[in-house]
């Protein structure tokens, strides 16, 4: 039996939309919520708003909801990040891999996003909270996508004297690879999504992001449909590593 309501973040990421269609399979409502703070890869709002299309689409018995929050603020205090500050170099892989935080690391944004989203469900009388933070998050030094970071939230949220409201991280546990094949199995169409934190399109195949969403494929077989700058290079790997397209209904 599916639950009630459910409020989730929706970035327009390959990850946000895999999550938007494991809510739709569990819940009855999904309420999701945009944020728009001034990020450099704005083109992913675009793609939050064709998730909801195709999923609303695909779940045309349950009810969707979505707000697009002005969170413009966090690109006028804190400017000290590659996604709210177009002088600061994105960085490509090599600069994320490690105990360091990586340039594109925004302060506090995912703890402000989720009081946010804490706040809405309480209103809502939702059962609980997804945001898409996933195990390669954790492991590239983004504190605020970590086991310890949610485990944290909820002990905030039992400090609640009337409302039990969780937050849940479903991908956390989950290599690209894996959230790749559970969203294939879904029915997610990844050419709706946007992961490139350079804000290009095509996208830069180097940006760490895109490196890593690109191995994720790779390693899960199949061509990433979206289009990049290197396509050449990256045709020749896919060759190579008998990767396939995603057939889609």
């Given at each position: 039996?599916?639950k009630?309501?459910?409020?989730?973040?929706l970035?327009?990421?390959?990850?946000?939309?895999?999550l938007l269609?494991?809510?739709?399979?569990?819940?009855?409502?999904v309420h999701t919520?945009t944020?728009?703070?001034?990020?450099r890869?704005?083109?992913?709002?675009i793609?939050?708003?064709?998730?909801l299309l195709?999923?609303?689409?695909?779940?045309?018995?349950?009810v969707?909801?979505?707000k697009i929050?002005?969170?413009?603020?966090?690109?006028n205090?804190?400017?000290?990040?590659s996604?709210?500050?177009d002088?600061i170099?994105?960085?490509?892989?090599?600069?994320?891999?490690g105990?360091?935080?990586p340039?594109?690391?925004?302060p506090?944004r995912?703890?402000?996003?989720?009081?946010?989203l804490?706040?809405y469900?309480?209103?809502?009388?939702?059962e609980e909270?997804w945001?898409g933070?996933?195990e390669?998050?954790s492991?590239?030094?983004?504190w605020?996508?970590?086991v310890?970071?949610?485990d944290?939230?909820?002990?905030?949220?039992l400090?609640?004297?009337?409302v039990?409201?969780?937050?849940?991280a479903?991908?956390l546990?989950?290599?690209?690879?894996?959230?790749i094949l559970?969203?294939?199995?879904?029915g997610?169409n990844f050419?709706?999504?946007?992961?490139?934190y350079?804000?290009?399109y095509?996208?830069?195949?180097?940006?760490?992001s895109s490196?890593?969403?690109l191995k994720?494929?790779?390693?899960a077989?199949f061509?990433?449909?979206l289009?990049?700058?290197?396509?050449d290079k990256l045709?020749?790997?896919?060759?190579?590593?008998n990767c396939?397209?995603i057939?889609?209904?």
């Amino acid at each position: 039996m599916k639950k009630n309501k459910i409020v989730i973040t929706l970035s327009g990421g390959m990850d946000s939309a895999v999550l938007l269609y494991k809510a739709a399979e569990e819940y009855n409502e999904v309420h999701t919520v945009t944020f728009d703070y001034g990020q450099r890869h704005h083109r992913e709002l675009i793609s939050a708003e064709k998730q909801l299309l195709n999923v609303r689409h695909d779940f045309p018995n349950v009810v969707f909801t979505n707000k697009i929050l002005d969170a413009r603020y966090i690109k006028n205090i804190a400017p000290v990040s590659s996604l709210t500050n177009d002088d600061i170099d994105t960085p490509n892989v090599k600069d994320v891999m490690g105990e360091a935080q990586p340039k594109s690391y925004v302060p506090f944004r995912n703890l402000m996003f989720l009081s946010i989203l804490l706040s809405y469900a309480e209103a809502l009388k939702a059962e609980e909270v997804w945001y898409g933070a996933a195990e390669a998050d954790s492991l590239a030094g983004y504190w605020d996508g970590s086991v310890q970071f949610v485990d944290k939230m909820n002990q905030i949220c039992l400090l609640n004297r009337e409302v039990d409201v969780r937050v849940r991280a479903p991908l956390l546990v989950m290599s690209k690879k894996e959230i790749i094949l559970n969203g294939i199995e879904l029915g997610v169409n990844f050419a709706d999504t946007y992961t490139c934190y350079s804000g290009e399109y095509p996208c830069d195949a180097e940006s760490a992001s895109s490196a890593l969403r690109l191995k994720g494929f790779v390693d899960a077989g199949f061509r990433d449909p979206l289009a990049y700058k290197q396509q050449d290079k990256l045709n020749k790997v896919y060759d190579s590593s008998n990767c396939k397209n995603i057939v889609t209904d």
